[in-house]
């Protein structure tokens, strides 16, 4: 009798990715990232509880690839047993693991807690660098230990999530990343946009006494956008060269495409336009992350006074 019986092809391996740091170093806005490229992103959970999560994602026939997250405010967090927890997982065949620290220095920590007037996790009614300190050496391990280290001292939120997609697009499941972002001139250019779209030629709504105070996500300014004769048209056209120009870059195997919007202040027109724009885009087979940068900022008469 022929045996005509094929080895079966080996499993896929899971891929993991751990992301720890110091409280404050940036590590929700990288799982928030991992999460937009395609990476099943949970946080503060227990490592010890890991090999469970592995295996039943098995069972269930999930390949996602998994981020991680966790700190010293995640429940049963002893570094040395993390770290002896993640080696037996690792020795595993079917697992690919990778551990990503995320530091920061003190001084920037502090200034970061001072500014939101968060309560650091491990201060316990002292000051703030005491509690950056204590959390510094109980984690050092880790930070030896890590696969990977990035310094988030001097990133602000929209460079760490650069950074992020640089480091791991080879690994995530969509080939290419698609950012589109609002800014306002008068508060700096983006340094990170591959292109970026001037909308002053638009009417201003923030001379408008009613919608001053709101933004380009409220609809009355969005009403008063469009009523510009320009928009459209213009519109239109963006939109029609971002169609041709994004399967461009994927074919060129770019990971990922930063488009801006702009405007004075960064609250109404580019906000209104990058927001439409990523829901065209999305009709379009695309699933673009929105940022918007000055969104939060005041509104100013001599912000919006400003030349270009």
């Not at 003190?106 to 000051?127: F, G, I, K, V």
């Not at 380009?216 to 963006?238: C, R």
């Not at 065209?280 to 005041?298: A, K, W």
Request: proline fraction near 6%.
């Amino acid at each position: 009798m022929i045996d005509d019986s094929r080895p079966s092809s080996p499993p896929a391996m899971q891929r993991i990715l751990l992301v720890t740091g110091l409280s404050g170093a940036g590590k929700t806005t990288a799982l928030r990232v991992l999460e937009d490229m395609g990476w099943e992103a949970i946080d503060n959970f227990p490592i010890r509880l890991l090999g469970g999560l592995i295996d039943h994602a098995d069972r269930d026939g999930q390949s996602s690839p998994l981020a991680i997250g966790f700190d010293s405010r995640t429940r049963g967090f002893v570094p040395h047993d993390i770290i002896t927890k993640v080696k037996q997982l690792a020795a595993r065949s079917d697992l690919q693991i990778t551990t990503l620290f995320l530091d920061c220095a003190s001084s920037e920590l502090e200034r970061r807690y001072n500014e939101t007037r968060r309560r650091h996790p491990m201060a316990h009614e002292r000051p703030v660098h005491v509690g950056i300190q204590a959390e510094r050496e109980l984690l050092e391990p880790l930070r030896r230990w890590a696969d990977a280290v990035i310094d988030t001292s001097a990133f602000a939120s929209n460079q760490l999530q650069q950074s992020i997609r640089e480091q791991f697009s080879g690994t995530a499941p969509q080939s290419m990343s698609v950012i589109i972002s609002s800014f306002g001139f008068a508060r700096g250019t983006p340094p990170l946009a591959d292109l970026v779209f001037d909308m002053r030629f638009l009417d201003n709504p923030h001379w408008i006494d009613e919608l001053r105070e709101q933004t380009g996500l409220d609809d009355p300014v969005g009403v008063h956008i469009k009523q510009d004769p320009a928009f459209d048209k213009a519109f239109d056209q963006i939109r029609d060269l971002l169609l041709t120009l994004l399967p461009r870059y994927a074919a060129q195997g770019k990971s990922y495409v930063n488009i801006a919007f702009g405007c004075t202040g960064g609250r109404h027109r580019s906000v209104f336009t990058a927001a439409l724009m990523a829901n065209s885009l999305h009709e379009h087979g695309f699933s673009p992350t929105v940022l918007h940068r000055n969104l939060g900022s005041r509104a100013a008469d001599e912000i919006e006074g400003l030349k270009a």
